[in-house]
């Protein structure tokens, strides 16, 4: 993910909680049309919490008016990650999820501003409901 930053070292990084800060949240189904998911929180600097339990592989860079994130989600049932392990994600399974971006930044007059955009936006108004999550598809591999 590539995200727009034009004032770097305005940045609101919050060391105390990680919702106040320049962030990605990611939201993730933990089982194939399941009522649970996972939430983790990750921020420009770097740091993570999860509400899966699980970290995850991240790196992050630093341009002169942007930020780039990547992460890795290991592609089996991210509730196995607290609970027994069912079965793993098939070919062809869709996975509900959610991207919401929080640019927390400081005006001028150092008030903080907090601009979120989402994936998937919808008339819902909380990123936690799950119909209003997107949906990413897992094409089959070619095991040759």
């Known amino acids: 993910f590539r995200m727009e930053e ?12 990680l919702h106040r800060c320049d962030s990605v949240e990611f939201y993730m189904e933990a089982l194939a ?19 899966g339990n699980k970290k995850l592989e ?7 008016n942007f930020w780039n994130l990547e992460f890795f989600v290991p592609f089996t ?13 098939q070919d062809n399974s869709d996975i509900r999820f959610n991207v ?5 930044n400081k005006d001028a ?3 903080v501003i907090n601009e979120k955009s989402r994936w998937n936006p919808s008339t819902l108004n909380s990123p936690f ?3 209003g999550f997107g949906k990413l598809l897992l094409e089959p591999i070619d095991k040759r």
């Open 6 to 17: 034009p004032n770097i070292p305005g940045a609101v990084l919050d060391k105390d909680h």
């Open 33 to 51: 049309h399941s009522p649970y998911f996972v939430r983790y929180i990750l921020t420009m600097d770097g740091r993570q919490t999860s509400f």
């Open 58 to 64: 991240t790196a992050i860079h630093k341009g002169e």
């Open 77 to 89: 049932p991210v509730l196995s990650w607290t609970h027994p392990a069912p079965a793993a994600w």
């Open 100 to 104: 919401v971006r929080h640019r927390m």
């Open 109 to 111: 007059n150092g008030r």
């Open 129 to 131: 409901d799950m119909r």
